[in-house]
């Protein structure tokens, strides 16, 4: 389908449906520069991810994580909302969409000016971190100039904790309010719109299959086939901002 026509398409379905919830995935971030994970040019090409108990476990595979993590800093703070988070943006400030659950870290949801309240982050926020003892928070900026000057991360100072970076890792606990609210949101639509996602993460990739199997109609705006792919109404391989940018004209539903 052409994008003409997958926007054309989405922009019905929207305006047909009583409640969207929407999905995205580090797709819907690589036109501000921030790379995804599993595309061709994807930051797994080079770093396999640094699984939480090894994390915890060794001092060397944090200072690898705080490594990766400064090497991409630049990126993420010169990063600015997308056509598409400015589309999702719109989507709920219309009340077409209640809210976004998103798998991303970089903070550009909030940047587009969508409330805290309306942003499920599944995976955390990276651009903050906390210890994981006492749960305080520490700035970026700090553990940046730590780290730069003597080659480790600090611990946290107040308890000594391991400071870890507000994301959550893989082998690391999922929020379990986040989980909550992000079911309850999958349940209460019924329209499910996927953003840039692999669909490969689970329990992430599980909402947009709770959505469908409650009777919601789904949409996959993915470049790459997704596993999901087969049980979606509609499909389109396109590029996120092209096919978004065209529903910033739409009006609030009656
Ligand atoms: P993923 O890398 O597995 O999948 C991203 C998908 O987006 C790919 O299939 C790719 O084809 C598609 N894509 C890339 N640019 C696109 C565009 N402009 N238009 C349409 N499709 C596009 O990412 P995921 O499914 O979100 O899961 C990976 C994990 O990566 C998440 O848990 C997330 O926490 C983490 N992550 C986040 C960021 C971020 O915050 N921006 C970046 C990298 C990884």
């Not at 501000?32 to 770093?47: A, Q, V």
């Not at 992000?182 to 953003?195: K, N, R």
């Not at 979606?232 to 996120?240: P, S």
Request: some cysteine.
């Amino acid at each position: 389908m052409t994008v003409k026509n997958i926007a054309a398409k989405i922009r019905e379905m929207i305006e047909t449906s009583r409640q969207c919830a929407i999905f995205t995935g580090a797709g819907i971030s690589t036109e501000s520069g921030i790379p995804d994970f599993r595309s061709p040019t994807g930051l797994w090409k080079n770093n396999m991810p640094i699984d939480f108990r090894d994390f915890v476990a060794s001092e060397e595979a944090r200072v690898e994580a705080w490594r990766r993590k400064f090497a991409l800093e630049d990126k993420f703070l010169a990063a600015r909302p997308t056509r598409g988070h400015k589309a999702v943006a719109h989507l709920i400030e219309i009340g077409r969409a209640t809210c976004v659950i998103t798998q991303n870290i970089d903070n550009l949801h909030q940047a587009s000016g969508i409330d805290d309240n309306q942003i499920i982050e599944l995976h955390g926020n990276g651009t903050y971190a906390t210890c994981l003892t006492c749960h305080r928070r520490h700035e970026m900026q700090w553990i940046g100039e730590v780290f730069k000057a003597s080659g480790l991360p600090p611990d946290c100072t107040h308890c000594g904790g391991i400071v870890k970076s507000a994301t959550i890792s893989f082998g690391q606990s999922m929020p379990e309010q986040k989980m909550r609210e992000a079911e309850a949101a999958s349940l209460a639509c019924d329209l499910f719109i996927v953003l840039g996602s692999s669909l490969v993460v689970y329990p992430a990739a599980g909402f947009p299959i709770i959505a469908k199997r409650n009777g919601a109609g789904l949409v996959i705006i993915n470049q790459e086939e997704t596993e999901l792919d087969t049980i979606a109404d509609l499909v389109g391989h396109n590029d996120i901002g092209d096919v978004m940018a065209p529903l910033m004209d739409l009006q609030a539903g009656s």
